[in-house]
């Protein structure tokens, strides 16, 4: 019996058991020896090699990322972009993937992973791939789009390519605004080797004493505060370690410099919270926040050019291996390129898109704003973000919410959101009206854990009701109700999304939110609320799946009816969109619908562990993949259901930690407008006239971006820009 469909209590209790496998950290519990055990008792006659890697999957995303980097077709400086998204992605990937591994390894939990390799096997072939991809991203950056942003106006020097005057505004410059912050540390017999904090960007440098000659070392960090490159005028620029180095003469005085080396670490920083701390769930993660930036080294980057005798003492202080080295030609930190991207040239970037107000929610476009709840109560309403404004939608929702004399409560969950977010203000502001208020802010959302922290106190300040979460699980789904007093009766406003409530990132994800106030899904919501808040023992619900306990279970029932729809002659098919795809049971589901020719579509934008297009196992399945200016972000799953289309939304990923770590939410679509919306996005998607990614058996990507005759595929999410701007739909 799967560990997630043990039977017990739908969530683990205030103590924070979780069973039989509570003594073992999630991730090996998800990916180690127990679950394939399982898998394999399930699988049958399935092969032994049906499943891609997770990890090596992840980096043929990341590559495809770097393709569009390196696609002339694009504007120069949303090249540059996805340079900085793929040098982003990989830091975050060997913080936390990478130290997984290495974990697992030291801790000798080196079982097998479903794709049959060893962790260490795993390792190795991510440092050999990494390393040949950030080699790819310096090659694209330095001989391709450095030369195109120059070519159009903006570049990005060195110091030697500065003029005289720019140096002296440079040095004026370095004395205001970066000396005083710079402290350069010795490494000598009194001074040991200093700690090198994670994702830093630092100079090695090797100085002399010229009376005694004795040669010494010294680091100096690149202040992380500043410019990572600095604006030498409007479209100049020269990166902010190439101005450090042509002043360490005044770091050192009276020394030789003799040379000087960038180099940069990667460390452990994901986070592990004893279940032990349940009783303080919040307090123990302050803790491991404070310890994040002490562990252990992952990855060293250094600039091709550095000495080796230098390289030879990063090593051994700083403790990594040879294959964790990766020498690569400056600059190091593309991610750094964000900032260049700020650069006010729209010709150089894609055209401005504006969202507009849903069709659905004011069909008539006015100044007044729609009202959200009156519109709601008409009919449900489906939001496609970031087509449909996400201001004049969910945020305005609560907003209007927050102030309606005839709303009694609201309940949210708040898992990522913004800086400056008007979701919480709208909150603030109705406990300040007197509404009952409760927020379940998500604690441990991973690099977002401090600002939850901070945002759950300043509510917790104005009177809402915070809850911070379980223990073992993290609560993942995206969920908004509002109570109000409708005269008539009470009546339960629900807004169950794809993605988070966090205003600046829903105009540039993709995501769906579905708007009711069917009964249902109200009581299903209400309960659920119930289970995150209180001690409620609710598993069962009406119009809605939950992890950890029934979404797998829930959409294998669905995949094996495809299965019985097939067999009687009667239509059946089954179409995925997510972003990742890997649990190994919903896989064989999908590789016994393909057996019994059930044709099975998968639209995902990043990991993907199925292998299609295998004879006897998997020929009727494809996957494809898109990126773009968008995040593709929806999760959508959609069963043909002998003819009677059934389509779930929600927050859930078919991945080990979304069904059994965390709480997610799908909602089954029963308007038929929006169950055809879904299903033309689908068609749209897989069209052979739509440029797409096709994942190949092998686990290859194949690009598909134009047609026989080498004319451009369609661009799916240009598409849907010009549909909603001209307030089409594509059923």
């Given at each position: 019996?799967a ?13 924070g ?5 509570a ?5 090996e ?9 399982e898998?394999a ?5 399935l ?13 043929a995303?990341n590559?495809?990322?770097l ?7 694009l504007p120069?400086l949303e ?13 975050e ?5 990478v ?6 390894i030291a801790?000798g939990?080196?079982v ?6 060893t962790?260490?096997?795993v ?9 040949l991809?950030?080699?790819q ?17 903006v570049?990005?020097?060195g ?9 002296l505004?440079m ?9 005083p912050i710079?402290?350069?540390l ?11 904090s994670g994702l830093?960007?630092n100079l090695?440098?090797?100085v002399?004493n010229?009376v005694?000659?004795?040669?010494l ?9 500043l410019p990572r490159?600095v604006?030498?005028?409007?479209q ?19 020394m ?16 592990e ?8 769930l ?5 803790r491991?926040?404070?310890?994040r930036?002490?562990g252990?080294?992952?990855r060293l980057e250094?600039?091709?050019s550095?000495d ?20 690569l030609?400056?600059?190091?930190d593309?991610s750094?390129l ?6 006010e040239?729209d ?12 069709r659905e929610?004011?069909?008539?476009e ?8 009156a519109?709601?109560?008409e009919h449900?309403v ?10 004049t ?10 102030v309606?004399?005839h709303?009694l409560?609201?309940?949210?969950t708040?898992?990522?959101t913004?800086g400056?977010s008007p979701?919480?203000?709208a909150?603030?502001e109705a ?33 809402v009701?915070?809850?911070?979460g ?8 995206k969920l908004?109700?509002?109570v109000r ?7 339960r ?7 988070n409530?966090?205003?600046k990132?829903?105009?540039l ?16 919501v209400?309960d ?5 808040s209180?001690?409620s ?6 119009r809605?799946?939950v992890?950890p306990?029934?979404?797998r ?11 019985e ?10 179409r995925?969109k997510c ?18 020719g059930?044709p099975?579509?998968?639209?995902v ?10 004879p ?7 996957v494809?993949?898109?990126l ?5 972000h929806?999760?959508a799953y959609?069963?043909?259901?002998g ?5 779930w939304?929600?927050s859930a ?11 997610e939410a799908?909602?089954?679509l029963?308007?038929t407008?929006e169950?055809?919306?879904?299903a ?5 998607a897989l069209?052979p ?7 190949q ?5 194949d690009r ?5 005759q080498?004319r451009?595929l369609?661009?799916?999410q240009?598409v ?5 701007q ?6």
């Open positions: 019996m560990v997630a469909d043990a039977p017990s209590a739908p969530f683990p209790g205030r103590d058991h979780q069973g039989p496998q003594d073992l950290p999630p991730e519990v998800a990916e180690g020896a127990v679950v394939l055990a898998v008792a399930d699988a049958g006659p092969p032994p090699d049906r499943f891609l890697d997770r990890e090596l999957s992840w980096l995303f590559e495809r990322v393709q569009l980097a390196e696609d002339p077709g120069a090249r540059a972009k996805f340079i900085a998204i793929f040098a982003s992605n990989l830091d990937f060997f913080m936390v993937r130290a997984g591994l290495k974990r697992r801790t939990i080196a097998r992973a479903a794709s049959g390799l962790p260490r096997e390792l190795e072939n991510i440092w050999n791939r990494g390393h991809l950030q080699l991203q310096a090659v694209i950056f330095r001989d391709e789009v450095r030369p195109a942003l120059a070519a159009a106006g570049e990005i020097l110091w030697a390519d500065l003029t005289e005057k720019e140096r505004d040095d004026a410059f370095f004395d205001q605004r970066v000396f710079l402290t350069p010795a490494v000598d017999p009194s001074h040991p080797f200093p700690y090198i830093s960007l090695a440098v090797v002399r010229p005694t000659g004795n040669e070392f010294a680091r100096v960090k690149v202040p992380p505060l490159f604006q030498v005028d409007r100049r620029f020269v990166p902010l370690e190439d101005i450090i180095a042509a002043h360490l003469d005044d770091l050192f005085p009276g030789d410099v003799l040379q000087h080396h960038t180099f940069r670490i990667t460390r452990n920083e994901d986070l919270v004893e279940e032990d701390d349940a009783e303080n919040l307090k123990a993660l302050e491991e926040l404070s310890r930036r002490f252990p080294p992952v250094v600039e091709s550095i080796p005798h230098v390289l030879e003492l990063l090593v051994e202080e700083l403790g990594v291996s040879e294959p964790e080295v990766f020498r030609p400056g600059p190091l593309l750094g964000w900032s260049i991207y700020g650069v040239r010709d150089l970037k894609q055209p401005a898109f504006i969202p507009r107000t849903s929610l004011a069909e008539v006015s100044a007044s704003p729609p009202d959200v709840m519109a709601v109560r449900d489906l939001v496609h973000h970031p087509y449909d404004s996400f201001s939608s969910v945020q305005l929702f609560l907003e209007q919410a927050a309606d004399p709303v409560a609201i309940k949210q708040l898992y990522r913004s400056d979701i919480v203000k909150l603030i406990a300040r009206e007197g509404k009952q208020v409760l927020a379940l802010v998500e604690i441990k959302a991973r690099f977002d854990e401090q600002a939850n922290i901070d945002w759950g106190r300043k509510l917790e300040e104005a009177g009701h915070v809850v911070y379980l223990v073992g699980l993290k609560t993942h789904t908004s109700l509002v007093d409708d005269g008539d009766q009470l009546r406003y629900c807004h169950i999304g794809t993605g409530y966090h205003p990132t829903a105009r994800y993709e995501d769906f939110g579905l708007f009711t106030c069917d009964p249902q899904v109200g009581e299903d209400s659920l609320f119930n289970v995150l209180g001690y023992m609710n598993t069962e619900y009406h809605l799946l992890a306990h029934s979404i279970t829930g959409l294998i029932e669905r995949i094996e009816r495809e299965i729809h097939q067999r009687a002659g009667r239509p059946a098919g089954i995925f972003n990742s795809i890997v649990d190994e049971r919903i896989i064989d589901a999908l590789y016994r619908a393909s057996q019994a059930v099975v579509a998968i639209w934008r990043g990991i993907c562990a199925v292998r299609p297009g295998v006897g196992l998997s020929e009727n399945i494809r494809v993949s898109i773009g200016r968008f995040l593709e929806s999760r959609e069963f043909i259901n003819g009677d289309v059934e389509v939304i929600g990923d078919l991945m080990h930690r979304n069904l059994d770590r965390r709480v799908l909602v089954s029963k308007d407008t169950v055809a919306e879904i033309a996005l689908f068609d749209l069209s006239e739509t440029s797409v990614w096709i994942l058996p092998d686990g290859t990507w598909r971006d134009r047609d026989a080498g451009p369609l661009d799916l240009e849907l820009i010009s549909a909603h001209q307030r089409g739909r594509l059923s």
